[in-house]
């Protein structure tokens, strides 16, 4: 293991939000193994007591920050602005104590790029800092290019077909109508924060959540847009050899029932922690699912309540039903034959890395990008759009399971697989990568002292 010359802290500002949370947590444990203290400054998160066995981490709460539950009331875009401009004072007043309490020991603050206030400290302080992006190269990409749009002619432009179809320069096959602004109106204003999301401000680096082998062009694009050095450091959950770190009580006992079942005979459904599905698209699923003949074990995050009596009575049968499950566990279980996925990064990486292929049901931004590059640049899924229909159910699942064509995408998920895993041992990008960053931070402490 690496040492580095003094055990200098690293703080890390995650979004509070698991799909944010979990690929920090796992860049901590991966700086914690190279010699680094971690410090996590959380905003007001009700499950932070459930975080502090992590060894070697100390946890501190950034006070005034916007709680959660306002999501719901402010929307998406203007928590986050709100969220970034309530959080600034109080998070100098944290990197004020911290360095008198440690003695001016800390080497950086490595930021989700979502809470870019911390910037402000880290300037105000002297201290070298690091944006962080928890989702692909290719959102990411697609930001800078939203950050730069007049959004009053792009909406008049994207009433005509032909530019809604004309493709983004460096990023093929993405093309105007798929840039990831589903979920985010009005576009004005998801402007303004794309604009500030992607200011490189004093950072002196990059780090993103990928595998150079799966978005090599989006990569390539953002090195010019930046500047500056930008990490591939990805999958994070191996880079780390790390183990999930949930916001939510997992049930295993899924992994009994998995243990019974025969390989790849099992499709996985889990729509992540956030979305709450409709009850008739639940309705229109549980049918789909029992009507294709295959077992399934499927994450609502309410249990069976939400089932009618003879619906969940005919899903016990041919089914599993858990609250939540230690994913990346299940996936990797040989069981396991099918991911029925929102298409979430974490998801997209954790599924890609176990060679598992997807049915994508993504319900906005980011989700649909993800869910296109499964289908049309990597294929090693399809997509579900619409309104689903358990006809539209059965016949995915039975193409994945069933289908010629489902082995086919089989085949291709395991070259992947095999490409991640190489990416992360000696020699590889992600393990070359994370090297090159310890010297970078390194080197930003050098500069700090002079």
């Not at 066995?53 to 602005?81: K, M, N, W, Y």
């Not at 911290?98 to 911390?118: E, K, S």
């Not at 990805?234 to 780390?240: C, F, N, S, V």
């Not at 292929?357 to 590059?373: S, V, W």
Request: proline residues 5%; aromatic residues 8%; contains cysteine.
């Amino acid at each position: 293991m690496e040492k580095v010359a003094h055990k200098r802290r690293i703080v890390l500002v995650p979004l509070p939000l698991q799909g944010h949370v979990t690929p920090m947590m796992h860049l901590g444990k991966a700086l914690t193994l190279k010699g680094f203290s971690i410090i996590v400054a959380l905003g007001q998160l009700d499950q932070v007591s459930s975080w502090q066995h992590f060894p070697g981490f100390r946890f501190i709460t950034i006070p005034e920050s916007l709680p959660l539950s306002e999501v719901d009331a402010l929307g998406p875009v203007e928590f986050l602005i709100k969220l970034n401009k309530t959080s600034e004072a109080s998070f100098k007043n944290c990197i004020s104590q911290l360095l008198v309490q440690q003695g001016n020991d800390i080497a950086c603050i490595i930021y989700d790029d979502l809470m870019y206030f911390c910037e402000a400290a880290a300037k105000e302080f002297k201290l070298p800092s690091i944006i962080f992006s928890t989702t692909s190269a290719t959102h990411k990409a697609c930001l800078c290019i939203l950050s730069k749009l007049n959004p009053k002619k792009f909406l008049i432009d994207m009433e005509d077909p032909e530019l809604q179809n004309k493709l983004v320069e460096n990023l093929h096959p993405l093309g105007y109508k798929d840039l990831p602004i589903a979920g985010f109106e009005p576009l004005e204003r998801f402007v303004e924060l794309c604009k500030e999301v992607v200011k490189r401000r004093t950072a002196s680096a990059v780090i993103i959540n990928t595998v150079t082998s799966l978005e090599s062009l989006s990569l390539t694009r953002l090195q010019q847009e930046f500047g500056i050095p930008v990490y591939t450091l990805g999958p994070l959950h191996i880079t780390a050899a790390s183990t999930t770190y949930s916001l939510l009580e997992e049930d295993r006992s899924c992994i009994e029932w998995l243990n019974k079942q025969k390989p790849r005979s099992v499709i996985y459904i889990s729509l992540g922690s956030i979305f709450d599905m409709g009850t008739k698209e639940v309705l229109e699923m549980a049918w789909g699912f029992c009507n294709s003949n295959q077992l399934f074990l499927w994450v609502i995050r309410d249990g069976s309540k939400s089932l009618p009596e003879e619906v969940a009575k005919m899903v016990s049968e041919r089914g599993y039903i858990v609250k939540w499950a230690p994913q990346i566990e299940v996936l990797g279980h040989p069981a396991v034959g099918c991911f029925w996925s929102h298409c979430g990064w974490n998801s997209i990486l954790e599924s890609t890395e176990e060679g598992v292929p997807m049915i994508c049901r993504p319900f906005q931004g980011e989700q649909k990008l993800n869910a296109m590059y499964v289908e049309s640049v990597w294929r090693i899924g399809i997509q579900v759009g619409g309104e689903v229909e358990r006809g539209d159910v059965e016949r995915a699942v039975k193409r994945l399971m069933i289908d010629e064509e489902g082995a086919d995408m089989r085949e291709r998920a395991l070259d992947f697989k095999e490409k991640l895993k190489v990416s992360v041992r000696s020699g590889g990008s992600s393990y070359n990568a994370l090297n090159e960053l310890v010297n970078h931070l390194k080197q930003s402490e050098r500069g700090a002292k002079h």
